[in-house]
């Protein structure tokens, strides 16, 4: 008992530190590569065809879609990180999701086309445009499937972090107040000065201007109504249509203050606020 006591406790603790860093993610993603390519392969051609009377195992097709799926990763993982640094950090919203997954299939074809000229060389043979128009449909179809699988979780948690659990740090003289976004009713500017109002009404000043403030914050909850406030989408109480297209916003009671009690959307500015606020 005393000799195996310590070695289950070792591949616990061996096993929790490795889920716990940097490789499991990796780890993750080694094995949907290897169930895909083995389910992709199994599925191709009778003989591979589980339960056929023919069964042969698919190795050269398996380890061939390993090393494009690999490829495939190594692509859609740079410019993950791309996007990551470039859009996701500030907002995650659907067009940027689409241009993430356009991009990377663009990627993926210039990739393709000169891999197969190459591999048809080193085997000898000639590529017919027939077979690698379709090769290549079928590749992109299924590096979509395989990029959703891997990034899904990836996202989602970039958009809560843009959105659900965001915060932002107001600098005001020598003190720092850390707020969610989710508490913040509005940004406006009065006699130079910004102020943030909170949900509950509570008032405090801030170094930022509304440039900056505009700069950091997520667009999605976010809005410059003009040029002396930024509101949050969840502090409209009231819009109202009124003279030359413009449109006048009530924010909700509990912000008790005249200088923000009614806001005028300009009608340069109503067609961006309706499609926000929708």
Not at 92 to 109: K, R
Not at 159 to 173: F, L, N, P, V, W
Not at 270 to 278: E, G, L, P, S
Request: charged content about 20%.
């Amino acid at each position: 008992m005393s000799t195996k006591q310590p070695t289950k406790n070792t591949i616990k603790t061996v096993w929790h530190t490795f889920i716990s860093n940097s490789a499991w993610p990796w780890f993750q993603k080694v094995i949907v590569l290897m169930i895909f390519s083995l389910v992709i392969n199994h599925l191709a051609t009778r003989e591979s065809f589980p339960g056929s009377e023919s069964y042969r195992f698919p190795t050269e097709g398996f380890w061939a879609s390993i090393v494009l799926c690999i490829l495939i990763e190594i692509i859609a993982n740079l410019n993950f990180k791309y996007y990551q640094k470039k859009h996701f950090s500030k907002k995650v919203e659907m067009n940027t999701i689409v241009w993430f997954m356009a991009s990377t299939l663009g990627y993926i074809t210039i990739m393709y086309i000169p891999v197969n000229f190459i591999l048809a060389i080193i085997a000898g043979g000639q590529v017919e445009f027939y077979y690698l128009l379709i090769g290549l449909l079928i590749t992109l179809l299924l590096s979509f499937i395989l990029i959703a699988l891997l990034y899904a979780k990836g996202i989602h948690k970039l958009y809560k972090a843009t959105i659900k659990d965001a915060k932002i740090t107001i600098e005001s003289g020598a003190r720092m107040t850390k707020l969610a976004y989710e508490n913040i009713a509005c940004f406006y500017s009065k006699n130079k000065i910004v102020y943030t109002v909170q949900n509950d009404g509570t008032t405090i000043t801030t170094d930022f201007t509304l440039n900056e403030l505009e700069e950091k914050i997520n667009d999605q909850l976010f809005f410059r109504a003009n040029r002396q406030i930024i509101i949050h989408k969840d502090a409209v109480d009231q819009i109202e249509k009124i003279e030359n297209g413009k449109l006048r916003i009530q924010l909700k009671a509990f912000i008790i203050n005249d200088t923000i009690a009614e806001i005028n959307i300009s009608r340069y500015k109503r067609k961006a606020f309706i499609n926000w606020f929708q």
